[in-house]
């Protein structure tokens, strides 16, 4: 009966009304709960709670994520989240909170849990000019930002009814350098759903070298789609000063190009020593998947290049015993490391 009646109160999340009793027991959402912004998915560290048809998250990655600044003061358990002339006002537990000095009355008001400062989703998104949707199907929450074409476009690139390059029957038009766009989902590692500022909504690759849009959850699908990549030449065979232009054998670097340009269109220089003075340098502490390694080998400073695979892991080559291979990132490894470089 308890599970029937949670089941129901989740499909009348939509609504989110705002005239709900002050104060109410909370509880976690009992399936999890998936919020995207902008098509990206957020990641709040606890799950939300939901009270009364009313969802609350975590106060500053609320506001943060949409571009708020925000002032917290601690004594009087207050808040005040500014973006562009918004400002939001609300002290924690009131049935009340401020836009711009109006009064507005909320269902559920927020509260501290287990440490965490928890708020009403829908309205101070809303408040920030934003829309939310929620789909009680897939239990997610969408919030969609107001229109700000923040992301720029590097290099020409087309505009797609479908996210696929196959055909050409699915060009729009050919976006041009300099013309920005507002970006609206990640759809997978290599494809961006964007609006353009005359309004039309499409997909552009979502390859580095044309636009500036970055996030980190891009990067994840991004370094996981060079790993799947990398995994199709496991065991091929090693062979120092392999011809980059073939791939029945490889060295560190060559198959490091190789992997590189066919999934993200990133033409790396061809020996390792070269590759390790493009894109920037990061410590070994925030490595992420796709960042590449560097090794002293044969003598030299830098003479072995290595894909991050994350957990510790690393995907290269250099024997003819193994071919390519993951291997731990073991104290045989930090002995040999000199860099980190990450070009994506």
Request: glycine fraction near 8%.
């Amino acid at each position: 009966m308890k599970r029937t009646r949670q089941a129901a109160l989740l499909l009348l999340l939509a609504p989110l009304l705002y005239s709900a009793p002050a104060h109410a027991d909370s509880a976690t959402v009992n399936q999890e709960t998936a919020i995207y912004l902008d098509g990206r998915p957020l990641q709040f560290g606890v799950q939300p709670l939901f009270v009364n048809d009313t969802v609350l998250v975590p106060m500053r990655k609320l506001f943060e994520e949409q571009g708020a600044k925000l002032s917290w003061d601690n004594q009087a358990k207050s808040v005040t989240a500014t973006k562009g002339e918004t400002v939001l006002s609300y002290r924690i537990g009131d049935g009340a909170a401020y836009t711009n000095g109006k009064p507005v009355t909320l269902s559920v008001p927020g509260q501290i849990v287990a440490g965490n400062t928890m708020m009403p989703l829908r309205y101070f998104s809303e408040a920030l000019g934003n829309q939310v949707k929620w789909d009680p199907v897939s239990h997610e929450i969408r919030i969609h930002s107001a229109q700000e074409y923040n992301t720029k476009i590097v290099s020409a690139v087309n505009l797609r009814t479908v996210p696929d390059s196959r055909t050409d029957s699915s060009v729009i038009e050919s976006l041009p350098a300099g013309e920005k766009v507002q970006v609206l989902e990640e759809t997978d590692a290599l494809w961006l759903k964007v609006r353009t500022e005359d309004n039309k909504t499409g997909y552009i690759s979502a390859k580095p070298g044309f636009s500036d849009y970055t996030s980190p959850s891009l990067a994840e699908l991004q370094g996981n789609a060079l790993l799947a990549y990398g995994e199709k030449f496991l065991g091929t065979p090693y062979e120092f000063g392999a011809s980059p232009d073939q791939t029945r054998t490889f060295d560190c670097s060559s198959f490091v190009g190789r992997v590189f340009k066919e999934v993200l269109s990133i033409d790396l220089a061809r020996v390792s020593y070269n590759q390790a003075k493009e894109g920037k340098k990061v410590s070994i502490g925030d490595l992420r998947k796709g960042d590449l390694l560097f090794f002293s080998a044969r003598g030299l400073n830098i003479g072995h290049v290595a894909i991050y695979a994350g957990n510790n892991r690393i995907l290269h080559t250099y024997s003819k015993e193994q071919g390519v291979h993951y291997e731990t990132l073991d104290s045989k490894w930090m002995k040999r490391f000199v860099t980190a470089r990450r070009v994506f």
